[in-house]
């Protein structure tokens, strides 16, 4: 191989990477499709006094766990909360640069599950960046070998949701703690597993997912990549004295290879050591 020559191209690849990051860094929260964003929810803290209202702000950040750019609140397609196995109402949200708060006062005491899902968003990836548009979702070489394989030098069509879920306690973390194992109806979504407190489910329209990459984040522990069992289901080993993130993306293949590519992004905070 010629050196000389492989180095330039290099070069521009690591250009155009570097350029696409930038894109996504000023696009901000919701139009982030890079798995380098990690948009989550945060709870203030995860055991609270019973008729306390419950905060919890949504994020996204380059560095788990800072809270560093927030979202409108026009861009919520969903949100719900549930403690205890009570249906939490009345919402009330706050705008900030780096976060949108969320508040709601809980009747019942017990397991909570608060859950939001962003509107779709849609755009265009210039020919010459598609592959590193992939890399950062984690595309696997169906996907890029059905876009590679198009004809000329086509624009990529994306879109793109995210779908945020924390789990925390009110008072106690025993009382309800089944709504945990329950899902709440997001595309792409963790779930509890019954009688361990570190094993998820990753779910897709409600059916197990199996063979899918799990990207884990703790601010005193390395990130970690696992990958979900023949059951749908992640084991998280970890000492962590702090919040953990999960995140997983899905891809889905258009029907045609010059369609839209689909992207739904989940992510679960939850604190395994909140067993009160």
């Known amino acids: ?14 250009a155009r990477v570097l350029s696409l990051a930038a894109m996504i860094l000023l696009t901000g929260l919701w139009a982030s499709p890079s ?15 019973n008729g306390q209202a419950v905060n919890v702000s949504l994020s996204s950040s380059l560095k788990y766990p800072e809270l560093q750019f927030g979202a409108k609140r026009d861009r919520i397609a969903f949100s719900s909360a549930v403690v205890g196995n009570h249906v939490v109402g009345n919402f009330s949200f706050d705008e900030h640069d780096k976060y949108l708060k969320a508040g709601f006062r ?4 017990g397991y909570g599950v608060v859950a939001m899902s962003s509107k779709s968003r849609a755009g265009v990836i210039k020919p010459e960046d598609a592959d590193g548009y992939f890399d ?3 595309a696997g070489d169906e996907i890029k070998h059905a876009f590679a394989d198009l004809p000329g030098e086509p624009p990529l069509h994306r879109s793109y949701s995210k779908h945020a879920k924390a789990f925390f306690c009110v008072e106690t973390c025993f009382d309800g703690r089944d709504i945990s194992y329950k899902p709440v109806g997001q595309p792409l979504e963790f779930v509890a597993v019954k009688d361990s407190n570190n094993r998820f489910l990753l779910l897709r329209e409600g059916k197990k997912l199996a063979g899918q990459k799990v990207d884990i984040f703790a601010a005193d522990k390395p990130d970690m990549v696992l990958t979900t069992d023949e059951n ?8 962590s004295h702090g919040p953990v993130l999960l995140m997983s993306v899905w891809i889905t293949l258009p029907a045609q290879a010059d ?3 689909h992207s739904d992004y989940a992510t679960l905070t939850v604190d395994m050591n909140a067993t009160e």
């Open 232 to 239: 749908g289901m992640v084991t998280v080993n970890t000492d």
């Open 136 to 138: 950062e979702i984690g």
């Open 35 to 49: 798995l380098a964003h990690k948009t989550f929810l945060m709870p203030e803290k995860f055991i609270w006094e």
């Open 259 to 261: 369609g839209v590519y």
């Open 1 to 14: 191989m010629d050196e000389t020559k492989e180095q330039p191209r290099a070069a521009k690849r690591e």
């Open 106 to 109: 809980p009747d019942h005491k």
